[in-house]
């Protein structure tokens, strides 16, 4: 079955998946070759299947061998692309500065996300605080031990749904996933999610104010200032910056020293409500890290 989504016209399949690295975590799997991503995704009766996305001019094609809704198929993909993201707004303030107008050239804006909140809250916990090899380990760990495998070949699975986790005690999740100090979080999350506490998938509403989400993802466990920042931008929303080593390391570089997270913020504080997204699409002196 393949399924044709339309893109829009400031919509950038590559730049969209090479904005951060989760294109390299599981159950995601990058093919730049054959310019398809892979992804293990888990529908409703237990279906889990293999979805292979691929851009063309203008059009997404999903290709799956399963006969699964193509609606809700398409509905994925697009919250995953951001394609229902409105980023006009941002492309014309851009293209008014000498230094942005490098981002609606090449129609950067958008970033790859997770199918759920609760996989990139999990995610994120899992880049705090380490090197991106083991936030790879974790993901790849929490993936291969908890979540449903495809029928034809089950070495590659979706990535775990709330209740898959909290199914197992806490010890069991530690025992398993080796995240660390971050087992408990993650757990407790995904607890607090199969029990009905926590709407997760709520807090995506674009009404609740910047400031009132920022406080939401912060109250959740393993989660501080970057890791909100970081969900913060996931969501759509772009005043406040993911600041951690990488930003303190390019931003002293533009500024022939080593800086501060408030020097990071002071640099960026210019750009208003589009500081983050400035930040990850911003002409660096160097180039950004491959994932």
């Known amino acids: ?36 991503l892979e992804r293990v995704e888990a529908f409703a009766r237990n279906n889990t299947v293999l979805l292979r996305v691929r851009a063309f001019e203008s059009v997404i094609e ?92 089950p070495t590659r699975r979706a990535f775990p749904r709330p209740d898959q986790i909290a199914a197992v005690s806490l010890d069991t999740f530690s025992e398993q996933a080796r995240m660390g100090y971050r087992n408990a979080a993650v757990h407790r999350i995904a607890t607090d999610v199969a029990s009905g506490a926590l709407d997760l998938e709520s807090w995506l509403d674009q009404e609740i104010a910047s400031a009132d989400l920022y406080k939401r993802f912060v109250s959740l466990p393993g989660v501080g200032p970057y890791a909100a ?41 210019p750009y208003g409500e589009w500081k983050a997204l400035v930040y990850h699409f911003y002409p660096w002196r160097e180039a950004e890290p491959e994932y």
């Not at 995610?123 to 029928?151: C, E, H, Y």
């Not at 996931?234 to 800086?259: C, F, Q």
């Open 1 to 36: 079955m393949t399924i044709r989504i339309e893109t829009p016209d400031d919509f950038d399949f590559t730049q969209c998946l090479n904005a951060h690295g989760w294109k390299s975590l599981l159950p995601f799997k990058w093919d730049a070759a054959a310019g398809t």
């Open 62 to 153: 999903v290709e799956t061998a399963e006969d699964i809704d193509a609606n809700e198929i398409a509905r994925r993909v697009r919250h995953m692309l951001q394609l229902d993201l409105a980023i006009d707004r941002f492309h014309s303030y851009c293209a008014a500065s000498p230094v942005l107008q490098h981002i609606p050239s090449a129609r950067q804006g958008r970033m790859l996300r997770s199918a759920t909140l609760f996989e990139d809250v999990t995610k994120v916990i899992a880049t705090t605080n380490t090197s991106w090899s083991q936030t790879k380990g974790m993901v790849a760990r929490i993936v291969d031990a908890f979540g449903s495998p495809l029928p034809d070949d």
């Open 229 to 269: 920042s970081c969900l913060m931008i996931y969501s759509g929303r772009y005043d406040r910056v993911n600041i951690d080593s990488w930003a303190r390391m390019m931003v002293g570089k533009e500024l022939g020293r080593p800086v501060s997270d408030k020097e990071v913020q002071a640099f960026f504080e």
